[in-house]
């Protein structure tokens, strides 16, 4: 179906196209539902100009000098904060050592480990006091380590191949804007999908403000993604956004001092 572009499409030309779209750009009532039970809504002021290999490249420069050992007790936390994902974990940790995930043993080992959550210090000593009953923290330091480094080789990636062409990146073909002539880019980190009205943003997340919180779905993740996840929330990069506005999902936006709502961007009816 071919699409004509509806008026708005005309005005953020005339907004954007001497390069105004290099600001920061406040998005009002957000709904974010990805991981969560219970949808979240928030304001975000993105700074569009923001370059992401530029991030890429400092998050590798701070992901160097850091342990990954100090990740650990956060995946902790994480790991053991319900009883299902709890279980999960001893079931890990017990196959990878050939042990019985029902035994005391290793329940005793799990709860001194749990003690010792307020210190990165007191998870390492217990590896290097008592190698043995420190099974499990010795585990979680082991897959910690192997995140670290599949985390820094996916940013040298990144940097050798170019934004997009890593080949960790899931994002689909419509995400990444891939098919010709089905986006029209506004200055950067803004585009409009023609077919849709959906409006698509990119930039780094200068401030959030959560109106409405939101409730995760308990995580089940292997120590290892826990791992990464937890070593990525330290990078720069963890701020990069990517935002699809859409009717429901947004409030109103705000380009060069110029209020936008959801039906702005709708695309118009033959």
Known sequence: ?????????????ELTGDGAARQALRVVGYVSTSDRIVPETADFLLNTDAGYLDLVKTSLEIIGQLDPAEVVPDIIRKAFKHADSQEKM???????RGLNPKSDD??????????????PDLVIEQVADDPERATVANYLIEQAKLAHGELMNSLKETIEK????NSGYTHSA???GDEVGTYETFGDGI?????????????????????SPGEYKV?????KTLAKNELRHLLPLSKWRQLVLRRGKFQEITIRGRRFGPEDFEPPTE
């Open 174 to 176: 419509e995400r990444r």
């Open 191 to 211: 585009k409009v999908h023609l077919e849709t009205g959906d409006l698509h943003l990119q930039g780094l997340e200068v401030s959030r403000h959560v109106t």
């Open 1 to 13: 179906m071919n699409v004509i572009p509806n008026a708005t499409l005309g005005v953020l030309r």
């Open 162 to 165: 170019g934004p997009g062409n």
């Open 219 to 223: 995580v089940k993740s292997a120590a």
């Open 106 to 119: 290793i329940r005793l080992r799990v709860s001194r480990l749990l003690t010792a959550i307020g210190s």
């Open 90 to 96: 001893l079931n890990e940790v017990a196959k990878a």
